[in-house]
């Protein structure tokens, strides 16, 4: 499943070829990717406005459209696509913007484990969801991340992934995070004294992914030379360093 690096691309993606661009038709091919709005609702307070804003929070992706927001998740298989030439519609899309320049974005999804909805605004989403703070918001800062640990008890890798925790991190990048860290992934979070180098490493992760953790069981750390192993953790399969992580 797409995490937050993954969706920030996402939104960069969105921001560079569909901002500003006057919908001219909604094209819902398949009414199950939609959320709570049902289609001829989706399309008619769509059409006729244009995208004007992207916001991220976690691994949601929200886009202002007038008095509108429409939200996209990905699921595991969601992707978009942007194109001018009907031939290149992706196999699987489930909603298509067309605009009135003639380009096209598609919402592709093979899976249909994504979500296109429409809300009011992303705030409200956020608190009825429970979402935990973004770990690239820029007012929250280390001592913030200090607060919220000491409020909870747990498994530190289970902690991270809980998206009322913290919003936007999963399976792969909680590892990258543990292992730059050496801590391992079922140490209590309430025994680890330097959260800050979590706080740190995390958000360093998610700006600048560049995974190291070898995920081959057997294979050698390049950190420190022991052994990696594989786990359920939180269950999910989990890789970590059986030398540095403790």
């Given at each position: ?25 909604v ?20 059409r ?146 330097d ?35 594989r786990?359920?953790?939180a269950?999910?399969?989990?890789y ?7």
């Amino acid at each position: 499943m797409p995490e937050l690096p993954e969706v920030e691309e996402y939104g960069r993606y969105f921001t560079r070829h569909a901002l500003n661009r006057t919908i001219k038709r909604v094209d819902v091919r398949d009414e199950r990717i939609l959320g709570i709005v049902r289609k001829d609702a989706f399309t008619r307070r769509l059409r006729g406005r244009a995208f004007t804003h992207v916001r991220r929070h976690g691994k949601h992706l929200f886009v202002q459209a007038g008095t509108t927001w429409l939200h996209l998740h990905f699921g595991m298989t969601g992707d978009l696509l942007f194109y001018r030439d009907a031939a290149e519609t992706p196999r699987f899309a489930r909603v298509i913007f067309d605009f009135n320049d003639g380009s096209h974005l598609a919402f592709d999804d093979m899976r249909l484990f994504g979500v296109v909805d429409l809300i009011d605004d992303p705030d409200t989403f956020i608190a009825e969801h429970r979402l935990g703070r973004d770990p690239l918001d820029p007012k929250f800062k280390a001592a913030d991340f200090r607060k919220l640990i000491a409020k909870r008890r747990g498994g530190i890798k289970a902690l991270l992934m809980s998206q009322d925790f913290v919003a936007g991190l999963g399976n792969l990048y909680v590892d990258e995070i543990l292992y730059e860290t050496g801590i391992h992934p079922r140490r209590s979070a309430e025994k680890i004294k330097d959260l800050d180098a979590i706080y740190t490493t995390m958000r360093k992760i998610v700006r600048k992914p560049n995974r190291k953790l070898p995920r081959d069981e057997g294979e050698l750390c390049p950190k420190c030379g022991g052994t990696i192993k594989r786990a359920v953790v939180a269950g999910r399969t989990t890789y970590f360093c059986g030398g540095h992580q403790r």
